[in-house]
C-alpha cells in the first residue's frame, strides 16, 4: 500500500508555470505505474498524464502535450508534473494516482488504486 500527497499547487498568471510534486510513502514506489488527474468545477476528472514505472514512458492528454512535462524520481519516491505555458482552462484541482497493475488503461480514473488529496492549480486570465 502507498500513501500519495501531492503539492506545489497556487495561483498564477495565464503563460506563467508551475511544478506540482507527489510524495509516495513506502519502499515500492518503483513498482507504480503513476498518473496525474484534473477535476475543475462541475466537470469530470480527467487524465492530464502518465509515467512507467522505470519513468522511460510517458503518455500525455492532448489538451496538455507539448506544455506539462511528467517525471519521476525513484529514488525520491516523488512524481513531478511540470506546468508549463499555463492557460485558465488548466484551472483545476490535480491528483496523483497510482496502481501497481502489469496492465493499466492509464487514461482511466478506475485503473488507479491509490490517489492523493489533490493540489489547486488556478490560472488567472
Not at 47 to 58: D, L, M, N, Y
Given at each position: 500500500?502507498?500513501q500519495l ?30 498518473g496525474w ?28 502535450k507539448g ?59
Open positions: 500500500q502507498v500527497v501531492e503539492s506545489g499547487g497556487g495561483l498564477v498568471q495565464a503563460g506563467g508555470s508551475l511544478r506540482l510534486s507527489c510524495a509516495a510513502s513506502g519502499r515500492t514506489f518503483g513498482s507504480y505505474f503513476m488527474f484534473r477535476q475543475a468545477p462541475g466537470k469530470e476528472r480527467e487524465f492530464v498524464a502518465a509515467i512507467s514505472r522505470s519513468g522511460s514512458r510517458t503518455y500525455y492528454a492532448d489538451s496538455v506544455r506539462f512535462t511528467i517525471s519521476r524520481d525513484n529514488a525520491k519516491n516523488t512524481v513531478y508534473l511540470q506546468l508549463n505555458s499555463l492557460k485558465p482552462e488548466d484551472t483545476a484541482v490535480y491528483y496523483c494516482a497510482g496502481d501497481t497493475s502489469t496492465s493499466i488503461a492509464y487514461t482511466r480514473v478506475l485503473s488507479y488504486t491509490y490517489w492523493g488529496q489533490g493540489t489547486q492549480v488556478t490560472v488567472s486570465s
